[in-house]
């Protein structure tokens, strides 16, 4: 797809994707990990690009900030232990650990997680292992409803994964990858990055026809876009 370089503009980090596809315009994205992404046109120049940086410079400081705000908000724990708040589909369960022996077990009662946990048993990749098994059944169901829309053919080839720095992605096969964090996130916004990455097995890029189909099945998809940035920690923490 092109080259991606890093390097800091006026003290603002920035990733230079250089994009075939794109014949003049400079684009800025921040993808969901907080940091911004140039799309560049193969021909443009060093000072193309510095302008562009310094020209935006307003907005760009302006994003910023907002990314610092949201993470200061977030109410979830960042180590996972015993009484630790951890995210489930929007909401906050705590976690009530005790000591056991024989199998680990993990049991959901209303906004607590129950985990029997075993001598030697690492709690946080139990919880990891959790998230993945609820992971399966959301994102399944929602991409077998999915192959009811007109252009998908079957339910899609897919995987999910734990991500840093992005909530989906469709490869050129059409092969779908989630990321695992999404569980945290309400389904709503799961939703959302799950028709996002399926309107991209029929249009390969972020055009205005991708975005018209996008529109069209889900009229607010950009508030649901804007609301999951609110979960960037949620990534950053790997
Ligand atoms: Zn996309």
């Given amino acids: 797809m092109g080259s991606v370089t890093r390097t800091v503009i006026d003290e603002i980090a920035v990733e230079v994707r250089r994009n075939a596809r794109r014949k003049t315009r400079i684009g800025l994205v921040f993808d969901p990990a907080g940091h911004l992404i140039l799309d560049v046109p193969f021909q443009a120049t060093a000072a193309d690009i510095k302008s562009a940086v310094v020209e935006h410079k307003r907005w760009i400081h302006h994003r910023l900030r907002v990314l610092k705000d949201e993470m200061r908000d977030q109410p979830i724990s960042s180590v996972?232990?015993?009484g630790a708040l951890i995210g489930f589909l929007g909401e906050s369960l705590r976690l009530a650990v005790t000591d056991g022996s024989g199998r680990a077990k993990i049991e959901r009662v209303g906004n607590r997680l129950n985990i029997r946990l075993p001598e030697g048993r690492d709690l946080a990749a139990l919880v990891r292992r959790w998230?993945?098994?609820?992971a399966a059944d959301v994102f399944s169901g929602l991409l077998v409803r999915?192959?009811?829309l007109p252009w998908v053919d079957g339910v899609p080839a897919w995987r999910q994964q734990f991500m840093k720095s992005q909530w989906?992605?469709?490869?050129v096969k059409g092969r779908i990858s989630l990321?695992?964090?999404l569980i945290q996130t309400p389904v709503r916004l799961i939703e959302y990055v799950v028709l996002h990455e399926l309107c991209h097995l029929k249009h390969m890029n972020h055009s205005p026809r991708f975005y018209g189909l996008l529109q069209k099945h889900m009229p607010d998809w950009d508030m649901r876009r804007r609301e999951?940035?609110?979960?960037?920690?949620?990534?950053?923490?790997g």
């Fill in 131 to 134: 998230y993945r098994t609820q």
């Fill in 179 to 181: 990321n695992t964090h």
């Fill in 80 to 82: 996972v232990e015993d």
């Fill in 168 to 171: 989906g992605s469709c490869s």
């Fill in 146 to 148: 999915s192959a009811q």
């Fill in 228 to 237: 999951l940035r609110k979960y960037i920690p949620v990534l950053l923490r």
